[in-house]
C-alpha cells in the first residue's frame, strides 16, 4: 500500500509540474513517466490488496479471540459474583440465626431472672406480711393483757377503797360526836378511790396509745420496704424490656 501511495504522490507532482498548453486547460506530462507510475500502482495494488485481505482476516480473528476472552471473562465473572452473592447470602442467615438465637437466650435469661425477682419480692411481702401481723397480734395482745390488769388493778384498788370508806363511815357514823369528819372523810376516801381510778384507766389509755404507735412505726416500716421492693423489681423489668427491644 505504500508503494500505490508513493507513485500516486509521484503522479500528483508530474501533473502539478508540467507546462500548460495555452489557451486550454490541459498540460503537456512526460508520457513514460506517467505509464511508469501507472504499471507500478498496476503492480502494487494486488499486494497491497492481499495484504490489506490479511489485516482484515487478522483483525477478524483478534476480534473473534477478544470477543471469546471477553465472553469467557463474563462467565468466569459472572460465576464468581453469583458465588459471593451465595456466600454473603449464606453469611447473613448464619449471622441473622446467631443473632436470633443470642436474642432469644437474653429474652429467656432475663424473663427467667425478672421471674425469680417477681418470685423473691412475693416471699418477702409475704413474710413482711406475717412478721407484721404477728407483731400485731403480740402487740395487742400485750396492750390488751396489760390494759386488762391495769382497769382490774384499778377496780380492786377502787372496791377496796369504796369498802374501806363505807367501812370507815360506818365506824365514825356509830360514833355521834365525829359524825360530819366521818362523813367527810369517806367522801374524801371515795372521791380519791374515783380519782386512782382514773388515774390507772388513763395510764392504761397512754400504754396501750404507745403500743398501737411503735406497731404503727414498724407497719410504716415493712409498707416501704415492699415499696422498694416493687420498685426494683419495675426497675429491673423495665431493663429487660429495653435489653429485649
Known amino acids: 500500500m505504500y508503494r500505490v501511495f508513493e507513485a500516486l ?21 512526460p508520457r513514460g513517466d506517467v505509464l511508469e507510475l501507472i504499471d507500478d500502482i498496476r503492480d502494487a495494488i494486488p499486494g497491497e490488496l492481499d ?28 460465576a464468581e459474583a453469583e458465588s459471593l452473592v451465595s456466600h454473603a447470602r449464606a453469611e447473613a442467615d448464619r449471622l441473622l440465626a446467631d443473632a436470633k438465637g443470642q436474642a432469644d437466650r437474653m429474652v429467656a435469661e432475663a424473663r427467667g431472672h425478672s421471674e425469680r425477682m417477681l418470685g423473691e419480692a412475693r ?33 380492786a384498788a377502787y372496791e ?21 369528819s366521818a362523813r367527810a372523810e369517806a367522801t374524801r376516801l371515795i372521791d380519791s378511790a374515783h380519782a386512782e381510778a382514773d388515774r390507772m384507766r388513763g395510764e392504761c389509755d397512754i400504754y396501750v396509745d404507745a ?10 416500716g415493712t409498707l416501704r420496704s415492699i415499696n ?15 435489653a429485649t427491644r
Open 160 to 180: 377496796k377503797a369504796v369498802q374501806e370508806g363505807i367501812k370507815e363511815q360506818q365506824r365514825l357514823v356509830s360514833q355521834n360526836e365525829v359524825v360530819t
Open 123 to 155: 416471699e418477702e411481702a409475704a413474710r413482711l406480711s406475717a412478721t407484721a401481723k404477728r407483731e400485731f397480734e403480740t402487740a395487742t395482745s400485750r396492750a390488751q393483757a396489760e390494759c386488762d390488769r391495769l382497769v382490774e388493778n384499778g377496780n
Open 51 to 78: 495484504d490489506a485481505q490479511d489485516v482484515l482476516d487478522a483483525r477478524d480473528s483478534v476480534l473473534n479471540e477478544a470477543k471469546e476472552h471477553a465472553d469467557s471473562m463474563v462467565s468466569s465473572a459472572t
Open 228 to 242: 422498694r421492693g416493687r420498685h426494683q423489681l419495675r426497675t429491673a423489668a423495665g431493663t429487660h424490656d429495653y
Open 211 to 220: 403500743k398501737l404507735a411503735e406497731f404503727e412505726d414498724f407497719l410504716n
Open 9 to 29: 504522490d509521484e503522479l500528483g507532482s508530474i501533473v502539478e509540474e508540467a507546462r500548460g498548453v495555452p489557451m486550454t486547460a490541459g498540460c503537456v506530462v
